[in-house]
């Protein structure tokens, strides 16, 4: 079984850096198809690729974070050991997480974790849930973000073969809850102010689950704004920079801030937990 994709490889015949890549929710490594021409020459993007999808549509798919998380850890931490950098995005931003925090422990932190369209696990999923709705209230919620490919409703098997994908991932997001550590890696946090699902107004959350440097970015273009050229050119560019080897570039272009946070007890937060953003996929 493949768990990391190789979506683009470099021109030289050894990479100095590479992205590890976590799409949405059902999401194909293919989601990360515009990023393959915004890295710098030298960086390898390799994509994950989850059971019950694409070349892996025959196996089970898995409805839980931390099995999931362990599975892509191990296969990263396998890699020639190169500066590398986490993109994940919405469902991809908890496994994301989760496959930091692993990699830590082994040695292997990657130098940046780039979160986008996801709430921070402060704010947990709330009933009722998505992934226990049916294909109609899945298809519904895909309209709703702008998931439905064109052509993909005139295609019976296949959207079986993705609502069962989507559930899946679905049901190991809203049973993921706050982890006791975060991490220690620096954080960037990406969101749209139009995300019809994700409150971007608490973007600042995920500085709660790091002790490294923090730092948010604030675009247009839906709930896949990360996926759309212009905004992915620059995200691209912030992680590029900080897989600079030698420097700090990454904190001198997007302005990090140093900062210890403490989590607030889980009844006394700030944004009321029952009216968090919802992110489904």
Known sequence: MTWLVELRGTTDRRPTARVIALAH????????????????????LLVAQLPGRATRSGEPTRDRVEPLAQELARAVAELDPLPFAVVGHSFGS?????????LEARGRAPRLLVVSGRQAPCLPSEPPFLHEGSDADLLAHLDLIGGIPAGLLERADFVQATLRAIRADLAALETYRRPVSGTGVDVLAVGAS??????????HLWSLETVGAFASRLFTGGHFFLYRPDTA?????????????????????????RHTPVAPPRGRLAVPVTTAGRDLT
């Open 194 to 203: 139009d995300d019809p699902v994700v409150n971007a107004a608490r973007l």
């Open 94 to 102: 908890v496994l994301g997480y989760e496959m930091t925090k692993l």
């Open 25 to 44: 929710a059902g999401g194909w490594p293919t989601a990360f198809r515009p990023w393959r021409d915004l890295l710098p020459p030298e960086v390898q």
């Open 233 to 257: 050119a620059l995200v691209a560019a912030e992680v590029a920079a900080a897989l600079d080897v030698g420097s700090r570039s990454f904190a001198r272009n997007v302005a990090l801030v």
